[in-house]
């Protein structure tokens, strides 16, 4: 059985079945998730798979340098990644990494391309497919948003049924998979990688009868200025990567509203890594690895919705590399101090599309593939591995339709019952751990095996921790964040009388404190101000918002410029307001 198409692939070399067909057969949630909707009852166990740790390839392994989604600054410029010139290293490293058998034929994997896939090739081949839709199902393309110049952000839209408009994908019955490419301008192959997949559903290859199980959103560049001068930044110079809570750029405005009208139960973001880099610069060696893997971890997500990124998404998806015979690693970056040679997985802050998307109840993956810095060396392997992944992702979505769908329904009520209750997460820290990774040297080309300090995100420990208040009060000079907040999905009333409400109110920090001082009393809350409750499915995406401690935060970025225009309600309020809907 073979899952590639004639028209995905170049015709030099017939395909070869090594895609991941083979699906890990995963224990089910079970019953334990179908609970009744009475909001205070415990977490049932969950009675998914057992290990947390993925089988690890054959194959030799390796670390990895600075990487695509965890870059710090939302609104600084990011430097490129160094380039690679004439392989200051030795050349036998690259027989490691040949192509694979059959080789993809995106607009932009062409043999004698200088570039890569156009927005105007993008735009024709989405079309081309949507309108080649097969009997039962439809292929639809959207224009989710514009670039800061002006460029279409587009998305194919594929399910089971007439439609494909939001209201439809939502009352079908089935989850929706979002698949993220081309966030950085300079990390190509999830572009190349998401058109490939593209094709496959627009083929009617193996992908398609997925469609009886689940719905598949693609958006293969999200970030179409940087395209063209290969650029990590947006064309104001935002990082976007860390722009999905705060939402600056009209990219980031664009994802959130996707993700708001079509609801999807699990987030996919492909990127790549650089195989030199600072990497090369501190061990003196390159990436070994092909695929490096990071589930959603932040503070206040959802235990079940960390639990199936991990078991249900990651697992597989490692599986399938290895199947495939392509060596993968939990993601991991050097340090950005010169001499200090630990490695961390990826932040933990809330303003990764991954960690935004876990706060919105969504499973999410940050896949990333070897060689932003490598131009055009290995692209066919760097999108083959790209491939495999969302691929076995899409099919992981499938085998557990049904389980997410009881999650989704379980963990919205779960995280709506605790407001006015327990404790919130301010801040929290990875677990320090020694690890072993695989690179090799630059020299020699030999590999070799390192144990390294490694600070762990699937181990996460609460550093700062507050009371969970009922709600947040928010003044009506807060309209900004309002609005941002609205994009992300979250309910948000407007106070119709005015009145009073018991609050924390933040003042200034200590003298040597970074924390503010609560200071609890009556609050007057005139009409027009606004209350945002924690009784709903959203409200940890609320707090990591509004709570002003955290360098992401919008009393942090300046979004709510006054602590006089937030407030921290700790009981149930009973002033007269009405809903706002959009």
């Given at each position: ?5 004639k028209?995905v692939f170049?015709?030099a070399k ?30 049932p ?25 965890v ?19 030795n050349p ?5 990494f ?15 391309r ?12 989405l079309q081309?497919?949507s309108?080649k839709?097969?009997s039962?199902?439809q292929?639809?393309t959207?224009v ?14 594929a ?9 439809a994908?939502n009352n ?15 990390e190509?192959?999830?572009t190349?990688a998401?058109?490939?997949v593209?094709?496959?559903l627009?083929?009617g ?35 976007l ?19 708001r ?9 492909l ?19 092909d ?6 971890a ?5 235990e079940f ?6 078991e ?6 490692r599986?399938?590399?290895?199947q495939?015979e392509l060596?993968?690693?939990?993601f ?9 040679k ?5 932040s ?13 109840n ?8 070897r060689g932003s810095?490598?131009?055009?060396m290995?692209?066919?392997r760097r ?7 969302a691929?076995?992702s ?9 389980n ?20 919130l ?19 020699s ?16 420990k ?5 009371p ?12 900004r964040a309002?609005?941002?907040?609205r ?6 009333m407007?106070?119709?009388?005015p009145?009073q ?6 003042n ?23 209350y ?5 499915a959203k409200?940890?995406l ?5 709570e ?8 942090s ?8 225009d ?8 009973s ?8």
């Amino acid at each position: 059985m073979t899952f590639l198409t004639k028209p995905v692939f170049s015709q030099a070399k017939r395909p070869q079945p090594v895609w991941a067909h083979r699906m890990l057969k995963l224990t089910t949630l079970g019953s334990a998730v179908l609970l009744t909707a009475c909001a205070n009852v415990q977490l049932p166990p969950w009675t998914g798979m057992s290990n947390s740790s993925p089988t690890k390839t054959s194959q030799p392994s390796a670390s990895v340098t600075s990487a695509p989604a965890v870059q710090p600054a939302v609104s600084r410029p990011v430097a490129p990644a160094p380039q690679l010139a004439a392989l200051p290293y030795n050349p036998s490293i690259e027989s490691l990494f040949p192509d694979p058998t059959a080789l993809y034929a995106t607009p932009g994997l062409g043999a004698n391309r200088q570039q890569f896939s156009t927005h105007t090739e993008i735009a024709t081949l989405l079309q081309s497919l949507s309108s080649k839709a097969g009997s039962g199902y439809q292929l639809g393309t959207t224009v989710i948003g514009t670039s800061q110049r002006g460029l279409p952000i587009q998305a194919l839209i594929a399910t089971q049924g007439q439609s494909t408009q939001a209201t439809a994908i939502n009352n079908n019955g089935k989850p929706t998979v979002l698949l993220v490419g081309g966030q950085r301008g300079d990390e190509p192959a999830s572009t190349e990688a998401l058109l490939a997949v593209a094709s496959e559903l627009g083929q009617g290859g193996l992908l398609a009868p997925l469609l009886q199980q689940i719905n598949i959103i693609i958006v293969p560049r999200a970030n179409p200025d940087a395209a063209d001068t290969a650029s990590p930044v947006t064309a104001d110079g935002t990082d976007l990567t860390h722009d999905h809570l705060l939402l600056n750029t009209p990219e980031a405005q664009a994802l959130a509203r996707l993700t708001r009208n079509y609801r999807p139960a699990a987030v996919i973001d492909l990127h790549e890594f650089t195989a030199g880099g600072a990497f090369l610069q501190k061990f003196q060696a390159v990436q070994r690895y092909d695929v490096l893997l990071q589930p959603a971890a932040t503070a206040n997500a959802h235990e079940f919705i960390n639990k199936a990124a991990r078991e249900w998404y990651s697992q597989p998806v490692r599986s399938a590399l290895n199947q495939a015979e392509l060596s993968n690693e939990w993601f991991f970056q050097p340090s950005a101090q010169p001499g200090d040679k630990s490695l961390s997985m990826a932040s933990l802050d809330a303003d990764t599309l991954i960690n935004a998307s876990s706060l919105k109840n969504s499973a999410a993956l940050l896949i990333a593939s070897r060689g932003s810095d490598l131009g055009r060396m290995h692209i066919q392997r760097r999108v083959h591995s790209l491939v495999i992944a969302a691929t076995a992702s899409l099919r992981a979505t499938a085998e557990k339709s049904q389980n997410l769908k009881q999650v989704e329904s379980f963990v919205s009520r779960d995280i709506s019952a605790l407001a006015c209750r327990n404790t919130l997460a301010i801040k929290a820290v990875q677990t320090p751990q020694q690890h072993s990774i695989r690179m090799l040297q630059a020299d020699s080309g030999q590999e070799v095996e390192a144990r390294v300090d490694w600070k762990s995100s699937l181990s996460i420990k609460p550093e700062q921790t507050r009371p969970r208040p009922c709600g947040y009060w928010l003044s009506a000079d807060s309209g900004r964040a309002v609005d941002r907040l609205r994009l992300q999905g979250v309910q948000i009333m407007q106070i119709a009388e005015p009145g009073q409400m018991l609050a924390d109110s933040y003042n200034a920090a200590r003298s040597g404190s970074s924390s503010p001082v609560l200071t609890r009393g009556a609050i007057d809350t005139p009409a027009g101000s606004y209350y945002i409750t924690l009784n709903q499915a959203k409200a940890h995406l609320a707090t990591a918002a509004l709570e002003p401690d955290t360098p992401f935060s919008y009393v942090s970025k300046s979004l709510i410029t006054s602590p006089a225009d937030i407030g921290r309600v700790v009981a149930a309020p009973s002033v007269v307001f009405e809903e706002e809907m959009e």
